[in-house]
């Protein structure tokens, strides 16, 4: 799930600074601008792992809705829920229900306001391939690790021409291992309810509560 989430994390992270294309960065800034005037972001998409190599070949489905640093994610029969401070991971088939403290200013802590962060040290980028896809143009913009020593060999981010939204993510690993992360619905400016963020602990009367810090 962890991979699931950093894969969307990339999705609206667009990084690096140095050797970068002018024409890829005026695009990322419109995608940025874009994406940061929205009040909140409602996602469902496809994600699939594929490693010829190893026959490997996973398809699942999930969904998102984004607002500020909250966020609820729905993938694999678990729910994630963020409410700023605190996430609360519940799986239904255990009954169990984990809560942990997330710091925000960990590097390893994913958050939708670093999802919304561009031109963070880690990549640099450049203008790739412009594809048609059932009518629309998408955009791709290469990314590749700085560190050498990454696991990542390159990542393609594709972005609808029209819209400035982002349309997927392809990440190549040096292993082999290809991870495509594909947005089927992109909703925005949605009413939400005011407890969408907040964990209900009546709705789990009989869960195993598993609190990590």
Same mark, same amino acid.
């Given at each position: 799930?962890?991979?699931?989430?950093?894969?969307?994390?990339?999705?609206?992270?667009?990084?690096?600074?140095?050797?970068?294309?002018?024409?890829?960065?005026?695009?990322?800034?419109?995608?940025?601008?874009?994406?940061?005037?929205?009040?909140? @972001?409602?996602?469902?998409?496809?994600?699939?792992?594929?490693?010829?190599?190893?026959?490997?070949?996973?398809?699942?489905?999930?969904?998102?809705?984004?607002?500020?640093?909250?966020?609820?994610?729905? @993938?694999?029969?678990?729910?994630? @829920?963020?409410?700023?401070?605190?996430?609360?991971?519940?799986?239904?088939?255990?009954?169990?229900?984990?809560?942990?403290?997330?710091?925000?200013?960990?590097?390893?802590?994913?958050?939708?306001?670093?999802?919304?962060?561009?031109?963070?040290?880690?990549?640099?980028?450049?203008?790739?391939?412009?594809?048609?896809? *059932?009518?629309?143009?998408?955009?791709?913009?290469?990314?590749?690790?700085?560190?050498?020593?990454?696991?990542?060999?390159?990542?393609?981010?594709?972005?609808?021409?029209?819209?400035?939204?982002?349309?997927?993510? @392809?990440?190549?690993?040096?292993?082999?291992?290809?991870?495509?992360?594909?947005?089927?619905?992109?909703?925005?400016?949605?009413?939400?309810? *005011?407890?969408?963020?907040?964990?209900?602990?009546?709705?789990?009367?009989?869960?195993?509560?598993?609190?990590?810090?």
């Amino acid at each position: 799930m962890k991979t699931v989430f950093l894969a969307l994390a990339l999705c609206f992270t667009i990084v690096g600074m140095a050797q970068n294309d002018a024409k890829a960065k005026a695009l990322l800034d419109d995608v940025s601008q874009k994406v940061k005037a929205y009040d909140n @972001i409602a996602l469902d998409f496809k994600y699939v792992l594929h490693n010829e190599a190893e026959n490997i070949n996973q398809e699942t489905r999930g969904n998102v809705v984004m607002q500020g640093d909250k966020y609820v994610l729905n @993938i694999l029969g678990i729910t994630r @829920i963020y409410d700023g401070k605190t996430l609360y991971s519940i799986n239904p088939e255990d009954e169990e229900v984990t809560i942990s403290k997330e710091d925000p200013n960990d590097e390893n802590s994913i958050t939708p306001s670093k999802m919304l962060s561009f031109y963070n040290d880690g990549y640099t980028y450049k203008m790739d391939i412009d594809q048609n896809v *059932k009518g629309r143009s998408i955009q791709y913009v290469k990314l590749t690790p700085i560190d050498s020593n990454s696991e990542i060999q390159h990542v393609l981010l594709g972005i609808d021409a029209q819209t400035k939204h982002i349309y997927n993510l @392809i990440e190549v690993g040096k292993n082999g291992t290809k991870t495509t992360l594909t947005v089927t619905s992109f909703e925005t400016n949605d009413t939400l309810s *005011k407890s969408l963020f907040d964990f209900d602990k009546n709705k789990y009367k009989g869960y195993y509560i598993n609190t990590l810090n």
